[in-house]
């Protein structure tokens, strides 16, 4: 029986991947597919830090004032649904301000403004106090028999339907509203006591307090019509940063949403970034010295789940767990031939091949 002594040595070699954040953040995502690849964002982006609907620190209005605010004058915010600029220190003021809508319509599972669902300021938006009344817990989806919603005498390009109990936003946050609506999905899976969000294209009454929200396939074609903007990031990032420390996925891979919602579902997700970080891990690869005598010695730039050592054959030679970037093999006891150290990420496997000389 062939025989292999393996010794972990401490090192000061250091690797990194050299990707984007929303790359190395979604990393363990990658190369999954329907409710794996659902519940594997749900772990990412649960978890975050709450904040308070209303407080003497740091509450939701503080956060959307930073979140929405005009980058043509930082002392107002942007209302969704009207497109219209208007001073944030206003807040609500009696009436007269601007109040804080929940895109998710906090009715539909019954979360309220608790923190969790409630305070989650990925789907909480400024709003126009007289629009968000119109709005009220209506489903998103195209409107039929259409009246316009109006915002301090200007048409703001949003409708509701007159007949059926539906909310049309404007053509420049179609794509938002929807992203919002999915991550609420992805994000609250009903684990400890919160709502397990749910996308329906059933119409849902105005009484109902089912944790569902439609229209799915509407906000589908919303999310393809309209992509992602440069607000949209911008404000992703700085919910990242500087509050919550949780992304929305469908922001940061618009494509996610094919994967569980639309034409993907079924597939694997593989985006260019994970191929990207896939050749990286492999171009930084060190094998030495190759042909080994009695050792040989592997630097890595990222810890690998798995190293498996097997012969030409394929065979399982050896497995262990590496806890270090630098890993010595002793080949004094192997027979002379070629091995191959199999290196296995997540999703996929690097191999290198050894020659051993004696």
């Known amino acids: ?31 999954s597919s329907d409710d794996t690849l659902k519940a594997k964002l749900n772990g990412l982006i649960s978890n975050h830090i709450e904040f308070p609907y209303t407080s003497s620190s740091t509450d939701v209005w503080d956060i959307l004032k930073d979140t929405d605010k005009d980058t043509l004058n930082a ?8 497109n219209r600029s208007v001073d944030a220190a206003q807040e609500y003021n009696s009436g007269s301000g601007w109040n804080r809508e929940h895109v998710w319509a906090k009715s539909r599972g019954n979360f309220g403004n608790s ?11 400024p709003c126009d106090i007289s629009v968000n009344s ?77 944790p569902l ?17 440069n607000w949209e990031k911008n404000r992703n990032l700085v919910i990242y940063n500087n509050y919550q ?30 191929v990207s ?19 040989t010695v592997i630097e890595l730039m990222q810890i690998p789940e798995v190293m498996v050592l097997r012969n030409v054959n394929g065979q399982e030679i050896l497995r262990l767990n590496p806890t270090d970037l630098r890993t010595e093999i002793s080949t004094s006891e192997l027979y002379a031939g070629i091995y191959i150290i199999e ?12 020659i051993v000389n004696h």
């Open 1 to 31: 029986m062939q025989k292999v002594f393996i010794a972990l040595v401490a090192s000061f070699f250091i690797g990194s991947i050299a990707q984007a954040q929303d790359s190395t953040y979604y990393y363990t995502a990658f190369n």
């Open 75 to 82: 002392n107002n915010v942007i209302l969704i649904y009207s």
């Open 115 to 125: 923190k969790g669902a409630g305070t989650d300021v990925h789907h909480l938006r």
């Open 134 to 210: 119109s709005r009220n817990n209506r489903n998103f989806d195209n409107c039929v028999t259409c009246v316009d919603i109006i915002d301090n005498g200007f048409n703001t390009g949003s409708k509701r339907d007159a007949s059926q109990w539906t909310f049309q936003p404007p053509a420049n946050v179609k794509g938002d509203v929807a992203r919002m609506i999915f991550y609420m999905v992805v994000r609250y899976e009903g684990s400890g006591g919160e709502p397990d969000l749910e996308l329906t294209n059933t119409l849902q009454s105005n009484t109902s307090k089912l």
């Open 213 to 229: 929200h439609a229209t799915m396939t509407t906000l589908l074609d919303w999310h393809r019509q309209d992509p992602v903007s």
């Open 245 to 274: 420390q949780n992304r929305n996925p469908f922001i940061d891979y618009p494509e996610i949403a094919e994967y569980l919602f639309g034409d993907s579902i079924g597939m694997i997700w593989k985006p260019q970034s994970f």
């Open 277 to 295: 970080i896939e050749e990286q891990i492999k171009s930084r690869v060190k094998l030495y010295p190759n042909p080994a005598n009695n050792r």
């Open 343 to 354: 290196m296995v990420y997540n999703g996929f496997a690097i191999r290198e091949k050894l």
